[in-house]
């Protein structure tokens, strides 16, 4: 990462006043309340208006409001956050809205490092990745005429797994394709899902010790989707299938899970593997990162996707997880990511964990 552009960006700072900022949406609940218990300032940049339901959370809501119309304006206001000394905190749902292509230009110290956004927005560089890394991933088919086995569509940008669909056949394939958007067909896995929630410090050797820094893992979940997550209560897929009701992928909320213990170190050997990978191709990715896989009856992880920032299967462990409480009771991503700013701003290292 660019120390100089980051000590610019900081220049002005008062470093002993740091507001942690983010956008009021996804995980931002706990990323105020997470920094709030290392003793942060927050700011919620609202999106239209301010969001009434914070009222309720008075440990989620942050100290101030930043109303902005529209998420492209965050761009344009940037001295005025400057001088309210925020490090911002990217989510899902900020990135995504704002577009990568904009985040990467936002001109605000931002936590982690953005260049992991040029792997990871871009499907074939995010296959490189992490099959570079001895990840397996699940197949994927080119031609749509070889599909001899389930499938899934995946649309690019399709917002939550919006319009994903399973086919099981190419004559399934061609009645259900929407032609004129872009996809990519993969092999679908069967097994369970289970979303690794880690965090990587650059800059602490106290946790799973890699090349560099420490690998920590805090929590995993499961999303709830609708309709594929419930379906079965009105027949079974293929029953509703025939009768034109197919089920979809649309997130709706997280469920906490754990897994047995004999395979947490493929996780963590995973979990290292693609940090080791990230240090080689762009001076890796820091804090904390999701893998999203299935496990499969042969116990074998197959990884579908990486999310390089706290992802919302984070939310359910607010107070803790069964493996954040064995780091420090109560843990959660948004106060492990506090944390880190603290750590390092006491050791004069921000530029080692921001971009
Ligand atoms: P994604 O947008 O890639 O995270 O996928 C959305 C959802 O589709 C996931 O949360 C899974 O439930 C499902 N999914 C994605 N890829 C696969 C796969 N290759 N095999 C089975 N299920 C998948």
Same mark, same amino acid.
């Given at each position: ?110 936590? *982690? +490092? ?5 792997? !990871? /927005?871009?499907?074939? $560089?995010?296959? #490189?990745?992490? @099959? ?120 709706? *909320? +997280? ?5 047995? !213990? /004999?395979?947490?170190? $493929?996780?963590? #050997?995973?979990? @290292? ?83």
């Amino acid at each position: 990462m660019d120390d100089a552009k980051i000590d610019g960006m900081l220049a002005s700072y008062d470093k002993n006043n740091l507001t942690v900022c983010t956008v009021c949406s996804h995980s931002s609940l706990q990323i105020f309340d997470g920094a709030r218990k290392e003793g942060f300032k927050t700011l919620g940049i609202s999106i239209g208006e301010k969001k009434k339901f914070y009222d309720a959370f008075p440990h989620g809501k942050p100290d101030e409001f930043f109303i902005v119309d529209d998420y492209k304006d965050i761009l344009k206001q940037t001295d005025e956050l400057k001088e309210k000394n925020v490090i911002v905190i990217p989510h899902g749902s900020f990135v995504e809205y704002l577009g990568a292509k904009n985040f990467l230009k936002l001109d605000l110290p931002t936590f *982690g +490092n953005r260049d992991v956004l040029l792997w !990871e /927005s871009d499907r074939n $560089k995010e296959r #490189k990745w992490l @099959e570079g890394a001895g990840l397996v991933m699940p197949k994927e088919i080119k031609d749509p005429k070889k599909i001899d086995k389930p499938v899934i569509v995946k649309y690019h940008g399709a917002k939550g797994g919006k319009g994903f669909f399973v086919a099981k056949t190419y004559d399934e394939f061609v009645r259900r394709v929407k032609k004129n958007k872009s996809f990519i067909i993969q092999e679908f896995v069967m097994g369970t899902r289970y979303y690794l929630h880690y965090f990587y410090s650059p800059i602490q050797d106290n946790a799973y010790k890699l090349s560099k820094g420490s690998l920590q893992l805090l929590s995993m979940d499961r999303r709830d989707e609708t309709t594929i997550d419930e379906v079965q209560r009105l027949g079974s897929i293929a029953e509703l299938e025939e009768l034109g009701i197919h089920p979809t992928f649309v997130v709706t *909320g +997280n469920i906490p899970i754990v897994m047995r !213990e /004999s395979l947490l170190p $493929k996780v963590f #050997k995973m979990g @290292e593997a693609v940090v080791e990978k990230s240090l080689d191709m762009f001076d890796g990715m820091v804090g904390s990162f999701c893998l999203e896989t299935v496990v499969t009856e042969d116990l074998e992880f197959k990884v579908f996707e990486i999310s390089a920032r706290i992802v919302a299967g984070t939310n359910p462990y607010i107070s803790g997880s069964p493996y954040s409480d064995l780091i420090e009771p109560g843990l959660s991503t948004g106060q492990r990511i506090a944390q880190e700013i603290k750590f390092a701003n006491k050791k004069n290292l921000l530029s080692k964990i921001l971009s």
